[in-house]
């Protein structure tokens, strides 16, 4: 799995026991959940990811962009966020 996918995984408290192999969603204070709240917050990790990196693409050194790019990237990043309905 990609490291940083793996970084977002345990962020959303998805990870294996040592006397398991499958896959359980843990919470802050190390109790196993259900496994629909992981996931959720995992995919919530993915899209604020997603949202963060096209709203920085202005802030990148690709040369002069116009201020509707910029405006673009950011309408873009909202729009994703909205449809997922992440904050």
């Known amino acids: 799995m990609n490291t940083h996918l793996n970084v977002l995984r345990l962020k ?3 990870s294996r026991l040592e006397d398991d192999h499958r896959l359980v969603v843990i919470n802050k204070e190390g109790n196993v959940i259900d496994p ?3 996931l959720e917050k995992f995919a919530e990790l993915i899209v604020k990811e997603c949202a963060t990196i096209i709203d920085d693409i202005p802030t990148t050194p690709q040369g002069v962009w116009s201020d509707g790019y910029y405006e673009g990237c950011r309408d873009s ?3 994703i966020q909205k449809h997922f309905g992440v904050e």
């Open 36 to 38: 629909l709240i992981g």
């Open 77 to 79: 990043a909202k729009a």
């Open 12 to 14: 959303a408290g998805i």
